[in-house]
Nanobody
Framework: QVQLVESGGGLVQPGGSLRLSCAAS????????LRWYRQAPGKERELVAT????????TYADSVKGRFTISRDNTKNTVYLQMNSLKPEDTAVYIC?????????WGQGTQVTVSS
């Protein structure tokens, strides 16, 4: 059974940092593309970062480029999102995603609030 469980969200001041984790089960993160999305109230879900398979290539939304880093620890079967220089507009629920055999799987999300 495929599961994605996010953690690490919370309240942080502008300019601060957080590291989100996405613990996977039922499949190996080393074999699939993993993505982080976010959804703010009243806004559409936005793709934030992607990490590839063979070469661990990464891509980022323009809004987070240079501030966020996606990475993967195959021994822990976990994907991370390191978020630095956080801004109030980064406030959202952050959600982990993968696709296996044409089926899309989502975690429950973790809330990130950036506020002074």
């Amino acid at each position: 059974q495929v599961q994605l469980v996010e953690s690490g969200g919370g309240l942080v001041q502008p300019g601060g940092s957080l590291r989100l984790s996405c613990a996977a089960s039922g499949f190996s993160v080393s074999s699939y593309i993993l993505r982080w999305y976010r959804q703010a109230p009243g806004k559409e879900r936005e793709l934030v970062a992607t990490i590839g398979v063979s070469d661990s290539s990464t891509t980022y939304a323009d809004s987070v480029k240079g501030r966020f880093t996606i990475s993967r620890d195959n021994t822990k079967n976990t994907v991370y999102l390191q978020m630095n220089s956080l801004k109030p507009e980064d406030t959202a629920v952050y959600i982990c995603n993968t696709r296996l055999f044409l089926t899309s799987y989502w975690g429950q999300g973790t809330q990130v609030t950036v506020s002074s």
